[in-house]
């Protein structure tokens, strides 16, 4: 009797302690700073993904940050926050100036190169989907895809400026949408609303307030801000000159819009 209980004693510790993790994996809704987290690394689960991980990184003058490779079980954004950063997929080069952005779909060979005489800083954004992966479908909707910041197109709004970047298909999601705006100082992203897709932005210039349900939290250049679906949120541009952010949302085949 004194063994079955400890045994009992044991297991509901190890639930305990799995479901403690579980819990602890889960991303919140939040503005995250990279540079106050252990490891300089987001990384966790949402209710759409079985792995979100955001890092930056940093290559000096002539620096590469590894051989070709090709990762098949994700995909990833890159974002060139400083510098210059040449980058090679499947063999195919293209250097990316500070606000550029790279999708490298699932299966692509990849590699990154400090070409320049000056330090290059990079975000990477890594998504695993809970849906399989599939490498087809990222090819035939485009593969993967490298903009210059100077390429987008550029929508004039009362607000601002609007960049969109792609919506389309990729090798993770069904739908999966980037764009990027610029807000003027004082201006609001639009009114506070709620939708059934995670969400997440990468600020890239500038001051703001980012508002989800009751709270109010600053960010700055550089913070990540993610939103779990059905939650109210806006942001409004607090600082003295226009900022800018890139707005990342995937749809799972259930709301596809």
Not at 79 to 93: D, E, F, K, Y
Not at 132 to 150: A, E, P
Not at 164 to 170: K, N
């Amino acid at each position: 009797m004194l063994l079955y209980k400890k045994v009992s004693l044991v297991l509901f510790l190890l639930i305990i302690v799995s479901i403690t993790k579980a819990q602890s994996d889960s991303l919140t809704s939040g503005v995250y700073n990279l540079e106050n987290i252990l490891g300089k690394k987001l990384q966790g689960k949402t209710s759409t993904l079985s792995m979100l991980n955001i890092h930056s990184s940093t290559l000096e003058p002539g620096k590469t940050n590894h051989p070709p490779r090709a990762l098949m079980d994700r995909e990833e954004l890159v974002i060139v926050s400083q510098g210059s950063l040449t980058v090679t997929i499947n063999g195919n080069n293209k250097i990316l100036s500070a606000g550029s952005i790279a999708l490298i779909v699932a299966g692509d060979e990849q590699s990154f190169q400090n070409a320049s005489d000056k330090l290059v800083s990079y975000f990477v954004i890594g998504f695993k989907s809970l849906s399989l992966v599939d490498i087809n479908r990222g090819k035939i909707n485009g593969g993967s895809l490298l903009k210059d910041w100077s390429e987008l197109i550029v929508k004039k709004t009362i607000k601002g400026e609007s960049r969109p970047v792609f919506d389309r298909a990729s090798s993770m999601f069904e739908r999966f949408e980037v764009h990027a705006t610029t807000l003027n100082a004082g201006q609001e992203s639009h009114q506070a609303h709620m939708h059934n897709e995670e969400e997440i932005m990468l600020l890239i210039n500038g001051n703001i307030t980012m508002h989800i349900a009751t709270n109010n939290y600053h960010a700055v250049a550089g913070n990540i801000i993610f939103v779990t679906p059905g939650i109210l949120h806006n942001l409004t541009n607090t600082g003295n000159e226009s900022c800018s952010y890139y707005a990342i949302k995937w749809y799972s085949s259930s709301v596809i819009k």
